[in-house]
């Protein structure tokens, strides 16, 4: 066997997953990309697509589409530098700009070329390129290409983001990127607060819209036009892969930059345009988008519904208000079983495992379209409900007294005791659901009310309340008490233990002064 091929064969995972009947992939649909479609001879609800308008099978779209292409073709054999321009083209480049409220456009022929190109063309070597740590991974191979320095600031965190400014030259470029709205997790950026560290700091900002616009903002502009930072970004990005129901992808911003782009920018200039089928579709969807804002408030309303009864179904859905939640399954095996056990109930949906995610990260993407009923989404809940049940993703949580009148809480296999739980008066009963975290948590702050903590145990248990629950000191303190000495002394040290790390960092205290005070 040839170097290459060894030394590939030895990644196995996908055979793995196979041999196990729950590899989730390449799933082959033989129908158009619809709230339905058709998988192996029968209807599936589709809850994995990211075609937000649900446009993809438009009458209108689907028309302009077929005649551009008798007019001009399948396709350019050529780039825009050269032979591959068409005057519908400059046109829906014309429109995007006043769509967006921006002086100039520039269509790439993907998403993720905008992003290559663009981040990898507009810095120098003595200057910055600042991203958020959860940015798509085309912003992030951008930036592998740049000869910029390169800094990371932690997920949607504006102290982070702060604390990499002040590293920058005052008199260098300083490009902040991010997701507007992020794909995996469905949070949204703290645009207005960039925007303030933007005119602290003179930074230049880009914004990547691909599952913001149709979304966001009237008539779907985006996160941008939401918080009316508009003007204050330098660039935004766009897809029309997602609510523009096409291909390709887009840069807005002023003619200064799409001037240096036209000629700089290599995914640009070294790939062939835009065929004439996905630019007149893209024009068509524009058209609906404008004239048909029912669509997106509809989008809104079923993204509530959804969002209410993954909560009220004990799901673990962190910090989404989008159209994109998350399920958190938190283990890389039991979201491939529950992906594939969804698709025999009839519901696709989209696993995320590592190492895209931390392997205590995984989760399913569930995602919804403006064209989906709420007849649609209670069938794929009442299903999402049955699969987690009986995969152990979410549990009722049984409460009965013992024999000492101490309450016993019975979750799954776990069982631990509690003094007191507010607001029960009677038992046996069943809560609610509750998904695994949940009750782990439950059971950490439990752990610390035994009388026979040690400090070792104490600490333990608070630092993963601090880190995986993200809990201060001083939400401990309120939890759990501080008036035992153990608890007193494990809170003054995890308080302590942060501001030693930073002495250490910037140089005013050893690492071995360190270990000796926090020892």
């Keep these: 066997m040839k170097l290459l091929q060894e030394k590939l064969s030895r990644y196995d995972a996908p055979q793995r997953a196979k041999a196990a009947g729950i590899y989730p992939y390449f799933r082959a649909i033989s129908s158009e990309q619809d709230t339905e479609v058709l998988i192996d001879g029968r209807k599936v609800l589709m809850f994995g697509s990211n075609s937000y308008m649900g446009l993809t099978t438009h009458p209108k779209v689907i028309e302009a589409a077929v005649e551009a292409t008798r007019k001009y073709g399948t396709g350019l054999a050529g780039s825009p530098f050269l032979n591959g321009t068409l005057d519908i083209h400059k046109q829906l480049e014309a429109r995007l700009a006043e769509y967006i409220g921006k002086e100039d456009v520039m269509l790439y022929s993907s998403g993720f070329g905008v992003n290559l190109g663009v981040v990898s063309s507009l810095t120098g070597r003595e200057d910055y390129v600042i991203l958020d740590e959860q940015d798509h991974a085309s912003i992030i191979e951008g930036r592998r290409l740049s000869f910029s320095s390169y800094l990371k600031y932690k997920h949607n965190d504006m102290t982070s983001l702060e604390e990499q400014l002040k590293k920058c030259k005052e008199d260098k470029v300083k490009l902040v990127v991010t997701d507007s709205v992020f794909s995996m997790e469905g949070d949204t950026a703290d645009l207005p607060k960039i925007i303030e560290l933007k005119k602290k700091y003179n930074t230049t900002v880009m914004v990547d819209e691909a599952h913001g616009i149709g979304v966001f903002g009237k008539c779907g502009r985006g996160l941008c036009d939401h918080y009316g930072v508009t003007k204050d970004v330098d660039l935004i990005m766009g897809t029309f892969s997602k609510s523009f ?131 649609q989404v209670t069938r794929s809940l009442e299903a999402i409900e049955k699969v987690f049940k009986a995969n152990g993703v979410i549990m009722p949580i049984v409460v009965n007294k013992d024999s000492d009148g101490k309450y016993m809480i019975i979750a799954g296999e776990r069982r631990f005791r509690a003094s007191k739980i507010a607001g029960l008066d009677k038992v046996p009963v069943i809560i609610k659901t509750y998904n695994e975290r949940q009750i782990k948590e439950i059971s950490l702050i439990e752990n610390l009310q035994r009388e026979d903590l040690n400090p070792i145990d104490a600490a333990t248990a608070m630092r993963s309340l601090m880190n995986d629950y993200g809990m201060t000191a001083e939400d401990l303190a309120d939890r759990i008490g501080k008036s035992r000495p153990v608890i007193a002394n494990t809170l003054r040290l995890l308080s302590l233990t942060p501001e030693v790390i930073k002495m250490v960092e910037n140089g005013t205290l050893s690492s071995g002064h360190a270990r000796t005070i926090i020892s």
Aim: overall charge negative.
């Design 245 to 375: 129901a096409s291909l390709g992808g887009f840069i807005a911003t002023d003619k200064e930059i799409t001037n240096y782009l036209r000629h700089h920018s290599r995914s640009y200039i070294f790939t062939a345009s835009i065929t004439p089928g996905s630019t007149a579709a893209v024009n068509a969807a524009l058209d609906i988008m404008l004239s048909e804002p029912e669509r997106q408030e509809h989008l809104w309303e079923i993204t509530k519904f959804a969002l209410d009864s993954f909560k009220a179904m004990g799901c673990e859905i962190g910090h989404t208000s989008t159209p994109i939640i998350p399920l958190y399954i938190r283990d890389d095996y039991k979201t491939f079983k529950v992906t594939h056990d969804l698709l025999e109930e009839g519901v696709f949906v989209n696993p995320v495992v590592s190492p895209a995610v931390a392997p205590n990260d995984t989760l399913i993407r569930y995602s919804l379209m403006a064209t989906h009923t709420k007849e």
